[in-house]
């Protein structure tokens, strides 16, 4: 049998080290020397919630346009789809949950990581309070609704399997990503796979006492977002790719320093999240965590969207030990370097 394929830094991380730590020092990329501006589609990972305020704010402000880009931001299906459409060439680049990037390139994708947007998913199971269900020993026996293209989703079995769980006796149902929250609300089922930053603002804005269980406290931590892009893309394209991410850390400069215009603006440009009597509660809560994670060792001391290649490696290593295939790749060295 042959052995898999080692996957090197290189090949992993694309232009990680440009895309952020030099962004974020204040270095700027020269802007390309044409009058047109260069269009880039840009796919989520989900949908435009206040989690991405940042982006919408950056787009409206010029952030990307002073640097040559015309971004096209689309809203997303999940992690796993928007990880496809970007792997595929569907979109130039996109947004997708670390976990979610390493498995997929473990799989044969091809995909690379340019910066990383926070630092922790949570992901986690959130259950009613008032339910059944008190202990991760008691989803045993029953419904778990999950988003079928979820970055979270992935993750399941890997808890199961952590917390003692028997994951053939977890009853996992398919929702469609519109209503995963509501299936849980209306109990169609008993509980469902997340990412806080999506759902928990769905519940507490609705007064929805909900419990939540934590995959990072069974030993799975990720990164939030990482920025991604094709290699076929990046090998053309590296210095408008450096450009778009050099965007985006001053997008979450920007939210970070001035949330209520950052709302504001999001609110502005996407009304229907303003529609419902708690609409901007809804959004306020997204953009209030996704701001507590943009916060953390590897941004206070090296600056916004920095990644520190040594924990991706521990992440990797816990997606391939966990999550992915005997026949998957092996994620790269710790002491490997470019």
Known sequence: ???PTTLTRRKFFGTVAA?????????SFPRPAIAQLAKVHYTLSWLPTGQYAYLYAARQLGFFKKRGIDLDISRGYGSVAAIQAVSSGQFEMGSAQAGANL?????GLDLRILGTHGYDATLGIVALDKGAIKTPKDLEGKKIGVAAAGGDTPFLPAYCRLSGIDFDKVDVVQIDSKILEQSAMSGV????????LSSIPNFVSEDVPIKMMPFSKAGL????????A?????????????????GILEAMKFMLLNPQEAMERHLKEHEELSLGKNGKLYVELGMGMTRAIMIAPESIQHGLGYTDLAKMDEQAKVVKQYA?????RDPPAAAERD
């Open 103 to 107: 498995l997929s390139i473990m799989k």
């Open 189 to 196: 089922v008993d509980a469902i796979v997340v990412t806080g």
């Open 221 to 228: 931590q990720f990164y939030w977002l990482n920025t991604i």
């Open 19 to 27: 895309g952020g730590t030099a962004a974020v020092a204040g270095f």
């Open 230 to 246: 094709n290699s076929g893309f990046l090998a053309k394209n590296k210095e408008l790719a450096d450009n778009v991410q050099a």
């Open 324 to 328: 992915a295939a005997s026949k998957d």
């Open 1 to 3: 049998m042959s052995r």
